[in-house]
């Protein structure tokens, strides 16, 4: 997985197809707060557990931190 952060403001995050390609839906994660640690710990447990479950709750939260940063 890799965050880029453009000059311009706007945030990517790539290299992820391994995790992201497992998911089937998303889950509620507003609880989570917004961290770029917490997202490569979420990516990692994804990658080690390979459960849909996991890969799920990566993908929604990481539409959350896009939501955050790109507005």
Excluded: P, W
């Excluded at 952060?5 to 197809?17: A, F, K, L, M, R």
């Excluded at 995790?19 to 609880?31: A, I, L, N, W, Y």
């Excluded at 080690?48 to 939260?61: F, L, Q, R, W």
Aim: hydrophobic letters at 40%; glycine letters at 6%; one cysteine or more.
């Amino acid at each position: 997985m890799q965050i880029i952060c453009y000059d311009s403001g706007q945030v990517t995050i790539t290299n992820d197809e391994a995790v992201t390609s497992r998911s089937t839906g998303t889950v509620d994660v507003e609880h989570i707060r917004v961290d770029a640690d917490i997202l490569a710990r979420l990516y990692e447990q994804a990658g080690k557990t390979k459960t849909i479950e996991d890969a799920n709750i990566y993908v929604s939260y990481k539409a959350r931190i896009l939501a955050v940063f790109n507005g």
